[in-house]
Nanobody
Framework: QVQLVESGGGLVQSGGSLRLSCAASGRSFSNYAVGWFRQAPVEEREFVAAIGRNGEGIYYSHSAQGRFTISRDNSKNTVYLQMNNLRPEDTAVYFC???????????????WGQGTQVTVSS
């Protein structure tokens, strides 16, 4: 089992930045790819970014490309999502998930955190 806990969400103005963290405990974290997903009110959950076990194979959604950066520090069992130039449409609950493949499909992830709220005001 892997337990994931997200942090770093909050309220920010349009154009601002936030860094989300996904802290893992349990089985060896470096065995898992990690993805970030988000879900806005009355919307389906959507893929944001993913990173391979050792930081390779980084993959972004179109909306995240160029503004968000995913990274990981396996010595700290933590994955980060640096979000710059935030827009009101980025407002959502952000989830991290652990799985065996770097993928945009949420059904390929086995472990999920509870999420952290990001709100971007205009």
């Amino acid at each position: 089992q892997v337990q994931l806990v997200e942090s770093g969400g909050g309220l920010v103005q349009s154009g601002g930045s936030l860094r989300l963290s996904c802290a893992a405990s349990g089985r060896s974290f470096s065995n898992y790819a990690v993805g970030w997903f988000r879900q806005a009110p009355v919307e389906e959950r959507e893929f944001v970014a993913a990173i391979g076990r050792n930081g390779e194979g980084i993959y972004y959604s179109h909306s995240a490309q160029g503004r968000f950066t995913i990274s990981r520090d396996n010595s700290k069992n933590t994955v980060y999502l640096q979000m710059n130039n935030l827009r009101p449409e980025d407002t959502a609950v952000y989830f991290c998930a652990g799985g065996t493949a770097v993928a945009g499909r949420e059904d390929l992830y086995d472990y999920w955190g509870q999420g952290t709220q990001v709100t971007v005001s205009s």
